[in-house]
T-cell receptor, first 115, second 109 residues
Framework: IAGITQAPTSQILAAGRRMTLRCTQDMRHNAMYWYRQDLGLGLRLIHYSNTAGTTGKGEVPDGYSVSRANTDDFPLTLASAVPSQTSVYFC??????????????FGPGTRLTVL | GQNIDQPTEMTATEGAIVQINCTYQTSGFNGLFWYQQHAGEAPTFLSYNVLDGLEEKGRFSSFLSRSKGYSYLLLKELQMKDSASYLCAVRDSNYQLIWGAGTKLIIKP
């Protein structure tokens, strides 16, 4: 593994189903983030984690949950998917909680369609 | 509320220079980032400004004026591979990034 990986690459999901998007980084970064990107809108923060064992809500957290059991993994779960959750989901990580110069590094994204 | 404004789309010619502007209104300021995003790919980091002035990095430069809530990204000697979206993001008082919708740059031969 080099950098950040996400799985699956894409998924078509029936409304009401539960889905977990996986994210793993091997850079030993403290902070991790989940964003969604929709056409015409900027990246919007769903949830974040400044360090293993802690999580926080971003701008659009409703309908999503996260956990951070260790430094490397930060899964995002949709408990009961709805069509408005159709989007491209990006996981990102950064060192030291994103303070100072530390830029965010992004995974390749998961394209999710909810029907 | 928090707001980041960028032009939706710009067109430029190969070999020329283009300036992409970004204005922001955020709750606090802890730095401004520019990212490049090719279609279907992840954003990648280009530049970071926290103090007023110009930061130069090869063909790309980024300028910041905190008093005006303004930044621009300057791309010189444009190449076809520079066709991409350019995202402006501001780190707010909570140290979270607030993102603009991005500027799609089209390079013509």
């Amino acid at each position: 593994i080099a950098g950040i990986t996400q799985a699956p690459t894409s998924q078509i999901l029936a409304a009401g189903r539960r889905m977990t998007l996986r994210c793993t980084q091997d850079m030993r970064h403290n902070a991790m983030y989940w964003y969604r990107q929709d056409l015409g809108l900027g990246l919007r923060l769903i949830h974040y984690s400044n360090t293993a064992g802690t999580t926080g809500k971003g701008e659009v957290p409703d309908g999503y949950s996260v956990s951070r059991a260790n430094t490397d993994d930060f899964p995002l779960t949709l408990a009961s998917a709805v069509p408005s959750q159709t989007s491209v989901y990006f996981c990102a990580s950064s060192d030291s909680g994103g303070r100072g110069y530390n830029e965010q590094f992004f995974g390749p994204g998961t394209r999710l369609t909810v029907l | 509320g928090q707001n980041i404004d960028q032009p939706t789309e710009m067109t430029a010619t190969e070999g020329a220079i283009v300036q992409i502007n970004c204005t922001y209104q955020t709750s606090g300021f802890n730095g401004l980032f520019w990212y490049q995003q090719h279609a279907g790919e992840a954003p990648t980091f280009l530049s970071y400004n926290v103090l007023d002035g110009l930061e130069e990095k090869g063909r790309f430069s980024s300028f910041l004026s905190r008093s005006k809530g303004y930044s621009y990204l300057l791309l010189k000697e444009l190449q076809m591979k520079d066709s991409a979206s350019y995202l402006c993001a501001v780190r707010d008082s909570n140290y979270q990034l607030i993102w603009g919708a991005g500027t799609k740059l089209i390079i013509k031969p």
